[in-house]
């Protein structure tokens, strides 16, 4: 009787990346486990829960996948040898980019991944704005520092900027999957990186710009 070859070893972080990219393109879910395991290289059930556990703990698993690899836009948040301005402006341009590159799924895993969830699935909606809010502590903390450093005034304007950059970061992925390119989405970062300047403090401590003078009226 003929020997069997060796069964094929299950490559686990290619696995992983193809769960990631399936979970990037529908959301959580609406990827079934037949659709995970089928793209996952046909593995069987047994293989599934040994290397993974559940949907959801592969879901964390491709999550923090996914923050190490493409989330790395996000890095010059918390580069504090980056000027804050200059942080805020390359997170959001290489977000912009990483988010319309066809290579990939566009748009956003982490705004994307669990917008409407059932009950039952809250703990991964909760996981994901976990994620979304540490995106908002970054920009959070580069505007203090702007603000600390006297880049900026503290004003009220000033504390909206956070919000207003965050917002801008997530909304983003929409635009991405309705199929916006990177310069489109650069014009428009330069255009809101103009707020950031008409709030800039000048030698003297004087506001000047007129767009501040507006705002603060």
Request: aromatic share 6%.
């Amino acid at each position: 009787m003929a020997r069997t070859g060796r069964p094929r070893e299950f490559d686990r972080d290619k696995a992983l990346d193809a769960a990631l990219t399936l979970f990037w393109t529908q959301g959580y879910e609406p990827t079934s486990l037949n659709q995970l395991k089928a793209c996952m290289g046909n593995i069987s059930p047994a293989s599934f829960y040994a290397a993974f556990g559940s949907k959801e703990a592969l879901f964390r698993e491709v999550v923090q996948r996914y923050v190490e690899t493409y989330g790395q836009v996000m890095a010059p948040l918390w580069d504090e040898t980056l000027a804050p301005r200059d942080a805020i402006e390359q997170t959001l341009r290489r977000s912009a980019r990483m988010q319309t590159t066809r290579s990939h799924p566009t748009g956003c895993l982490i705004v994307l991944g669990a917008s409407n969830c059932s009950p039952e699935n809250e703990p991964v909606q909760t996981l994901l704005a976990a994620q979304r809010e540490r995106s908002r502590k970054g920009f959070q903390d580069c505007v203090a520092r702007a603000v600390a450093d006297g880049e900026l005034t503290d004003t009220p304007v000033t504390k909206t900027l956070p919000t207003l950059f965050a917002t801008f970061l997530h909304g983003m992925a929409c635009e991405a999957r309705d199929g916006n390119r990177a310069k489109k989405l650069d014009e428009a970062i330069t255009t809101l990186m103009q707020l950031w300047d008409s709030l800039t403090v000048s030698p003297q401590g004087i506001l000047t710009d007129p767009l501040a003078l507006i705002l603060l009226k």
